[in-house]
T-cell receptor, first 114, second 115 residues
Framework: AQSVTQLDSQVPVFEEAPVELRCNYS??????LFWYVQYPNQGLQLLLK??????LVKGINGFEAEFNKSQTSFHLRKPSVHISDTAEYFC????????????FGAGTTVTVRA | GAVVSQHPSRVICKSGTSVKIECRSL??????MFWYRQFPKQSLMLMAT?????????EQGVEKDKFLINHASLTLSTLTVTSAHPEDSSFYIC???????????FGPGTRLLVL
């Protein structure tokens, strides 16, 4: 089984400031790692994913994340946020197996202020 | 990118009636579809996994007779909430995955309100 911990439930940040959202996971098997964003009353949109290879992954909208196997972390960063980045962010993992079931963290609410 | 649609986006129904929600993959063949439930300010809770042509696999605590799932084609899965009650009011989200792909693509969600 897998579990995901998002260390910050709410992150307020000023426009054009950097932001980091922390995610740690535990699993007895190898996993794939994902970050999704959810805007109000909408479904989830894939921001980025780590499957293999380079541990620094770049995604859409200027986001990037770094996989750290020894620390079992997959933190999400953006160097300069916009008002439009206000949303809920979910970290998720799935086992490298046929069912690919996702286990989600509790989510981090990012509020960007002018 | 892969697109998943859901219909309807919102539905209001009376207690005791049944509601059907459709989930479609628009530009790929979804061999596996997942149904989630999300309560306000909370994360997604997986309800069931369905593979095309097979019976759905339900997560522990989810009533299979209450939440009927059909995945009859590679582009369509349906969730029917039978004899809905106010406690079934929630945001239901589906996702779809193509065979051999590790990524799930999510629909926009359906807001169900049972009066």
């Amino acid at each position: 089984a897998q579990s995901v911990t998002q260390l910050d439930s709410q992150v307020p940040v000023f426009e054009e400031a950097p932001v980091e959202l922390r995610c740690n996971y535990s699993s007895s098997v190898s996993v794939y790692l994902f970050w999704y964003v959810q805007y109000p009353n909408q479904g989830l949109q894939l921001l980025l994913k780590y499957l293999s290879g380079s541990t620094l992954v770049k995604g859409i909208n200027g986001f990037e994340a770094e996989f750290n196997k020894s620390q079992t972390s997959f933190h999400l960063r953006k160097p300069s946020v916009h008002i439009s980045d206000t949303a809920e962010y979910f970290c998720a993992v799935s086992p490298r197996s046929n069912d690919y079931k996702l286990s989600f963290g509790a989510g981090t609410t990012v509020t960007v202020r002018a | 990118g892969a697109v998943v649609s859901q219909h309807p986006s919102r539905v209001i129904c009376k207690s005791g009636t049944s509601v059907k929600i459709e989930c479609r993959s628009l530009d790929f063949q979804a061999t596996t579809m997942f149904w989630y439930r999300q309560f306000p300010k909370q994360s997604l809770m997986l309800m069931a996994t369905s593979n095309e042509g097979s019976k759905a696999t339900y997560e522990q605590g989810v009533e299979k007779d209450k939440f009927l799932i059909n995945h009859a084609s590679l582009t369509l899965s349906t969730l029917t909430v039978t004899s809905a009650h106010p406690e079934d009011s929630s945001f239901y989200i589906c996702s779809a995955r193509e065979w051999g792909e590790e990524t799930q693509y999510f629909g926009p969600g359906t807001r169900l309100l049972v009066l």
